[in-house]
């Protein structure tokens, strides 16, 4: 499924490099899911969460960018997210329907992931 994807024609040392931003950004987004809005109501969180994802997917290009830039020196120096652009691609992450890519799979994991943490009760104190 995945084997004509990008991430593949990248070094181990670019692989490694990309999963390690990868793996940050995902714990990153899950605590902001998970404690920026501990205090507010239910609803509130889940559309927190839904509203932090879409600005992760529309985002995120430029982190990304950034990195095959460090290591693709021929890379000129660019915006790749504006302008604000496809309302509807989370939607389509959040269902898998996006491409069959690992970065698009990897994205509805962590939308899924992102709704889930945010709805976890209020820690008790």
């Avoid at 507010?40 to 600005?55: G, Q, V, Y």
């Avoid at 430029?62 to 660019?78: E, N």
């Avoid at 302008?83 to 698009?104: G, V």
């Amino acid at each position: 499924m995945y084997s004509q994807d990008s991430f593949f024609d990248l070094t181990p040392w670019g692989q490694f490099g990309l999963a390690a931003i990868s793996v940050a950004l995902f714990g990153l987004m899950l605590w902001m899911s998970r404690n920026l809005f501990l205090s507010c109501r239910f609803i509130f969180r889940l559309l927190a969460a839904l509203i932090m994802f879409w600005l992760f997917v529309w985002a995120s290009p430029q982190v990304y960018y950034m990195y095959y830039r460090a290591i693709i020196p021929d890379l000129p120096l660019q915006w790749v997210i504006w302008p604000l652009r496809d309302l509807e691609k989370p939607m389509y992450l959040l269902t898998f329907q996006y491409r069959d890519s690992l970065s698009a799979h990897g994205q509805g994991a962590l939308g899924w992931c992102m709704i889930a943490a945010s709805c976890l009760g209020r820690r008790s104190q």
